[in-house]
């Protein structure tokens, strides 16, 4: 695991859910699991801030953000950190509801998944993930792309 992700981590506090096991969709073929090669769940956490700051900013992604409260944003944020958190491995339960309900009417298109994947890409890179599990969390996204982008 490269330093830079952990450094990050050790400064990065949000509130931690209910602890139990879950499923490991993201945890691969090594016996150590995705969420324990990414640094457990501050790295998780320090990464989904990184990602939503950015996305946030985007100028057409910024619309899911916009006149949103602080308590609002915090609460999506955990829910992401939560789901991929529980799909990698790591000991929680995601208690949100199913991709495809919950993104259902918002219009996410190709042109914002891209978006999305970039801002990704870019984050896991400052972070020095290796690229194994970068590898993994990509493909961990694309699985669920066709439960979030709308058909145009």
Request: glycine residues 8%; proline residues 3%; charged residues 30%.
């Amino acid at each position: 695991m490269k330093s830079g992700i952990r450094k990050l981590a050790l400064n990065c506090i949000l509130p931690i859910a209910v602890a139990v096991t879950a499923p490991q969709a993201l945890a691969g073929g090594d016996e150590t699991s995705l969420y324990q090669r990414l640094g457990g769940y501050d790295a998780i956490s320090a990464v989904v801030d990184d990602v939503v700051q950015q996305l946030a900013a985007d100028e057409k992604l910024g619309r899911f953000w916009a006149h949103r409260g602080d308590d609002g944003i915090t609460r999506e944020k955990q829910l992401i950190v939560d789901f991929i958190v529980a799909n990698a491995g790591g000991p929680l339960y995601y208690t949100g509801r199913e991709m495809a309900l919950s993104h259902k009417g918002m219009r996410i298109d190709e042109k914002d998944w891209k978006i999305l994947i970039t801002a990704l890409k870019n984050t896991l890179n400052k972070f020095d993930v290796p690229a194994k599990e970068t590898r993994e969390v990509l493909d961990f996204f694309d699985s669920t792309k066709k439960d979030i982008v709308e058909k145009a």
